[in-house]
Every structure is written in structure tokens, then in C-alpha cells.
């Protein structure tokens, strides 16, 4: 069965929607969100809609539960490791204002404050070329100085990694292991 599904993890529910392509047919569901085990949620979802997991061709997931995470500020307290140089750039975002005529305008706090994140020597241009190899000493310090600063989760946003995440995925991992 060539089945395209989607499933969203809501804070009271998770819905399931399936599109049989062969048949035309629509499949859908509704089970109480899982909030220890939000897969749980999704694994119901797909029993009461007689799917099996192999069945499926394409899988779209969305999820209300981390959006509101995002907007209630609850989430895990995380540090950001950035390049050096850019430490401030998350904060100022954007040059642009949503409301550029609105004298009340205040952009949202930063869900990472600045306190937690730290610079390390790195660069890629934006070809993906090495341009800074990774400070392996200073990565190694600043993991130290996360790890005693109580944070839960770690985000590492170099520049222009989406090019060449050879420093983000392969060399800073291990230090933070």
C-alpha cells in the first residue's frame, strides 16, 4: 500500500492522517499524547488506523508540543556554542523589525541567554572550505566550562556548516563526549 502519512504530537492529543495513493483512501486516528513517551502516542495512532509502520512510504511529522515548549519557555536549559566572533548575533537577529513603525517593538528574549553561549576558533566560508581549523584545545575548555555550567542540552551553530558539517558533526562531538 503506497501510504503517505502525517502526524502531529499535540499537548492532550496526537492525530494521525494517512493518504492510501493506490485506493484514494483516507486513514485517520486520534490518541492521547504520551508526554514520558511521545512515540507511544504515534504507535496508537497507527494500530487504530489498522497501519503498520512498513506500510508506509512517506512520513510527515509535526509536533504542537515542542512549538509550545518554544513559547512557553519550557524547555530543556541549553548552552549554544557558536563561532567565534558571533556570540551576539543570535540576540541582535534579524536587521529587520516585524513592525518597523511600532515605538513599543521589543524583540523576544533569546531562549539561550548570552551567559551560556560560548565562542570557539572555527571558520568555513561560505563555500564549505576550512578557512579556521577548530581550536582543539579551546573546544576542550569551553566543553569543560559547559558541562560545570549545569545545562541540559548543547546546540552548535557554526557558520556556513550547512556546507560542510565536518567541525560540527564529525571534530566537536568528541570533545563533548
Not at 504530537?9 to 486513514?27: C, K, P, V
Not at 536587521?95 to 565562542?119: C, M, Q, S
Not at 563555500?127 to 552548535?156: C, F, K, M, W, Y
Request: net charge negative; aromatic share 8%.
Amino acid at each position: 500500500m503506497p501510504l503517505i502519512a502525517a502526524v502531529d504530537i499535540g499537548g492532550t492529543f496526537t492525530d494521525f492522517l494517512g493518504y492510501d495513493s493506490a485506493t484514494g483512501r483516507l486513514l485517520s486516528s486520534k490518541s492521547p499524547t504520551t508526554p514520558a513517551r511521545l512515540e507511544q502516542g504515534i504507535r496508537e495512532c497507527l494500530e487504530k488506523a489498522g497501519v503498520s509502520v512498513n506500510a508506509i512510504d512517506a512520513f510527515v511529522h509535526g509536533s504542537t508540543v515542542a512549538i509550545n515548549t518554544v513559547l512557553e519557555r519550557k524547555g530543556a536549559r541549553t548552552a549554544l556554542i557558536v563561532t567565534r566572533g558571533t556570540r551576539d548575533v543570535y540576540k541582535i537577529g534579524r536587521g529587520n523589525r516585524p513592525d518597523a513603525y511600532d515605538i513599543w517593538f521589543k524583540r523576544p528574549e533569546p531562549l539561550v541567554p548570552r551567559h551560556l553561549t560560548f565562542e570557539v576558533e572555527e571558520r568555513l566560508l561560505a563555500t564549505g572550505e576550512v578557512h579556521t581549523p577548530l581550536n582543539v584545545p579551546q573546544a576542550e575548555t569551553i566543553a569543560r566550562q559547559v558541562n560545570d555550567s549545569g545545562v541540559e542540552a548543547v546546540a552548535v551553530c557554526f557558520l556556513h556548516s550547512w556546507n560542510n558539517p565536518i567541525v560540527e558533526f564529525e571534530n566537536l562531538p568528541q570533545h563533548f563526549a
